[in-house]
């Protein structure tokens, strides 16, 4: 089992930026043995792919809708998945979740991949 908690979510203006963090506060598995992923979902959607990282930070993907704007990246010595928000958009608002691979070292984009999930930070961006 792992536990994630996200922090960094708020408001911010058009052309703003945030950062979004992910802390392993709990895992069975060594943090540097899977990937990880940030995942958006706004209330009716299904839940959007937004970047993934392989477990050693070297790999990284993203969606085409924040390509450019956003950056993942990972610290494995303090457990943390990090996602850097720069040129937001009103349409970035909405609810973002970390994940956790834990079967998998490669970063993917499908969220059946997942198997952790964090409770959520909410993201608003505003004109």
């Known amino acids: 089992q792992v536990q994630l908690v996200e922090s960094g979510g708020g408001a911010v203006q058009t052309g703003g930026s945030l950062r979004l963090s992910c802390v392993v506060t709990?895992?069975?598995?060594?943090?540097?043995?899977?990937?990880m992923g940030w995942f958006r979902q706004a209330p009716g959607k299904e839940r959007e792919f937004v970047a993934a990282?392989?477990?050693?930070?070297?790999?990284?993907r993203y969606a085409d809708a924040v390509k450019g704007r956003f950056t993942i990246s990972r610290d494995n010595t303090k457990r943390t998945v990090l996602l850097e928000m720069n040129s937001l958009k009103t349409d970035d608002t909405t609810v973002y979740y970390c994940?956790?691979?834990?079967?998998?070292?490669?970063?993917?984009?499908?969220?059946?991949?997942?198997?952790?999930w964090g409770q959520g930070t909410q993201v608003t961006v505003s004109s």
């Open positions: 994940a956790a691979d834990t079967y998998g070292v490669a970063p993917a984009a499908d969220a059946s991949d997942y198997d952790c």
């Open positions: 709990k895992s069975d598995r060594s943090f540097d043995n899977y990937a």
């Open positions: 990282v392989d477990w050693r930070g070297d790999s990284r």
